[in-house]
C-alpha cells in the first residue's frame, strides 16, 4: 500500500523575493517564445534553437560546464559544476521540448508570450517543464560559482515525444549523469501553496490503430447497408476499450498498488472541468483511479473532416490510443495486452494493424533515508508546510530508467505545476509565488546535502 498524506485545499502567504521573482520571470519569458514543439517537424529548428538558449542560459547563470548532446536524439542539453572533494553529486532534471498548442481559439492569452495575469505566468511550457529549467537556473544563481556540492544539469529534449532515443542517451552518457541524488522537476503540487513530492508514476505507451474495410471508397448509397465503413468499424472497435461504468475493459490492465489518501469530489469536480451530469469512469477510490489504475485514451483519429466530407463509405480510418500504465507492471506488458486486445476484437471481420509507439514503465519510488528527509524538510521550510507525498497519473519515463541504472541514488520528483496548471492543454500557467518557493526549497536542499559532508 503506497501512503499519500492528506491536506486541506488552501494556500500560503505569497512569498516575497521580487529579484528572484523577476530573474524568472525573464527567464521563462526567453524560453517560452520558443516553440520548441517536438511532436511537429516543422518546430525542428524551434526545438534546436531552444537548445541553444537553454545552453546560453546556463552558461549566463556560470555554469563552467555545457554542452548540446544529440546523438540522433533532439538536442538535449548537459552543464556540469565539478564535485568539492568529498561532496556529493545532485543532477538536477527538466525538459526543454513542450506540447502541441491545440485550438488557439482556446487559448486566452498568446501561446508562445509569456503573460502575466495576477500571480500566474501563461504560457505554453509555462509549468511543463520550462518552469522546471527556471527554476533550476535560479537556483545555479542563488548557489553562486562554488556550489557546496557537484551539480549536473540534464535538459532533455523529447520528453513530450515519449523519450523514445532515452535509453540509448543514458547508455552513451551514463558516467556523465551519474549521480548521488536527482531532482526531477516535472509533477505536480498538491496545491498552490502546497507542495507535494511524487512517490509513484503510472508509465506510458501507445498504438496506432488502422481499421480497413474496402480497398477504394465507395457510394454510401449503393452499397451501405452491406458494406461496412472503416470509420464506424473503427469506432465499434475502440468502444471495446471500455466497460460501461467506463473502467478499462482491456484484461491484464488491473491495479496492483493502492493510494490511501483523500481526493475530495468537488475538489476533483473544479480542477477536472468535468461538466454537470457527466459521470465519472471506473471504480474506486479517485486517488487510485487517477494515480494506481490503468487509463486508456483515444487521443486522435484520421477521419475524414466535417469541411472535406461526402456520402461515401470510407475505406480506411486511423486512431491514436494512449495508455497510461499503472504502477508494479511494464510498459512492454500493458503493450502486449492492448494489442492482442485490438486484434481479437476487429468487427464485422475488417483488417486491423497495430504499429506501437514509444513506451515508458510505470515508477515507485521510496522516499526514505537522509536524502529523502533532507528533501522533505526543505520543501517544508520553503512552503511552510510539509509536503503531501503523492502519486502522478501522468508519466515520465527517465524516472524509471534512473532508478534501475542508479539504484543507490536518491530520487527525489518535485513539482513546478498544480492543478490550476493545465499542462498539455489550452491555457498553461504555473504560479509565480510557488515557483519561488520551488527555487528556495531546492537550493535549502541541496545546502543540506553539503553541509552534510
Same mark, same amino acid.
Given at each position: ?20 521573482? $523577476? ?23 524551434d ?9 546560453e ?86 548557489l ?15 520528453e ?17 549523469l ?9 509533477a ?33 448509397g ?46 476533483f469536480?473544479?480542477e477536472?472541468?468535468?461538466?454537470p ?28 473532416s466535417?469541411? $472535406? ?17 499503472p ?15 485490438l ?20 515508477a ?56 490550476d ?6 491555457n ?14 531546492q ?6 546535502l553539503? $553541509?552534510?559532508?
Open positions: 500500500m503506497l501512503v499519500a498524506m492528506t491536506a486541506p485545499h488552501h494556500a500560503t502567504t505569497p512569498s516575497s523575493d521580487p529579484q528572484l521573482a $523577476q530573474s524568472l520571470i525573464d527567464d521563462l519569458t526567453r524560453l517560452v517564445a520558443l516553440p520548441s514543439v517536438g511532436a511537429q517537424a516543422e518546430h525542428a529548428d526545438l534546436l534553437r531552444s537548445a541553444e538558449l537553454t545552453a542560459l546556463l552558461r549566463q547563470a556560470g555554469c563552467p560546464e555545457v554542452r548540446l548532446l544529440g546523438d540522433g536524439s533532439a538536442p538535449a542539453v548537459l552543464g556540469r559544476y565539478p564535485a568539492p572533494p568529498g561532496a556529493p553529486t545532485v543532477c538536477l532534471y527538466a525538459h526543454h521540448d513542450v506540447q502541441p498548442v491545440g485550438d488557439p481559439a482556446l487559448w486566452r492569452t498568446e501561446p508562445f508570450q509569456l503573460t502575466q495575469v495576477g500571480r500566474r505566468l501563461y504560457g505554453r511550457g509555462a509549468a511543463d517543464d520550462k518552469g522546471g529549467l527556471a527554476a533550476h537556473l535560479a537556483c545555479l544563481r542563488e553562486g560559482p562554488n556550489p557546496p556540492v557537484g551539480l549536473t544539469v540534464f535538459i532533455e529534449g523529447e513530450e515525444v515519449g523519450s523514445p532515443h532515452l535509453d540509448d542517451f543514458l547508455a552513451r552518457h551514463r558516467e556523465l551519474r549521480a548521488d541524488a536527482f531532482i526531477v522537476a516535472d505536480d503540487n498538491w496545491d498552490v501553496g502546497h507542495p507535494a513530492l511524487t512517490i509513484s508514476l503510472r508509465g506510458l505507451c501507445g498504438v496506432l490503430v488502422e481499421v480497413a474495410t474496402l480497398d477504394h471508397a465507395v457510394h454510401s449503393q452499397f451501405g447497408g452491406a458494406v461496412p465503413d472503416a470509420v464506424t468499424a473503427l469506432c465499434r472497435l475502440l468502444a471495446t476499450l471500455h466497460a460501461p461504468d467506463g473502467s478499462v475493459a482491456v484484461a491484464g490492465l488491473e491495479a496492483k498498488v493502492g493510494f490511501d489518501a483523500e481526493y475530495p469530489d468537488d475538489r469536480q473544479v477536472s472541468g468535468l461538466l451530469g457527466v459521470e465519472r469512469l471506473g471504480q474506486g477510490s479517485l486517488a487510485d483511479r487517477l494515480w494506481a489504475g490503468p487509463a486508456i485514451t483515444v487521443v486522435a483519429m484520421d477521419v475524414p466535417l469541411e $472535406q466530407a461526402s456520402n461515401t463509405l470510407q475505406p480506411r480510418a486511423r486512431a491514436a490510443i494512449s495508455l497510461r500504465v504502477p508494479g507492471s511494464t510498459a512492454d506488458h500493458a503493450l502486449v495486452q492492448l494489442t492482442d486486445h486484434l481479437a476484437h476487429a468487427p464485422w471481420g475488417a483488417q486491423v494493424t497495430v504499429r506501437p509507439g514509444p513506451t515508458g514503465d510505470p515507485q519510488i521510496a522516499l526514505d533515508g537522509p536524502v529523502a528527509q533532507a528533501a522533505l524538510a526543505a520543501w517544508g521550510e520553503a512552503f511552510g508546510r510539509p509536503p503531501v507525498l503523492i502519486g502522478q497519473g501522468g508519466s515520465i519515463p527517465l524516472v524509471d530508467r534512473l532508478s534501475r541504472l542508479y539504484p543507490e541514488a536518491s530520487l527525489i520528483v518535485s513539482a513546478v505545476g498544480d492543478p496548471s493545465r499542462m498539455h492543454g489550452a498553461e500557467s504555473v504560479d509565480l509565488d510557488d515557483l519561488v518557493r520551488t527555487v528556495a526549497a537550493t535549502a536542499f541541496i545546502r543540506r553539503g $553541509q552534510s559532508v
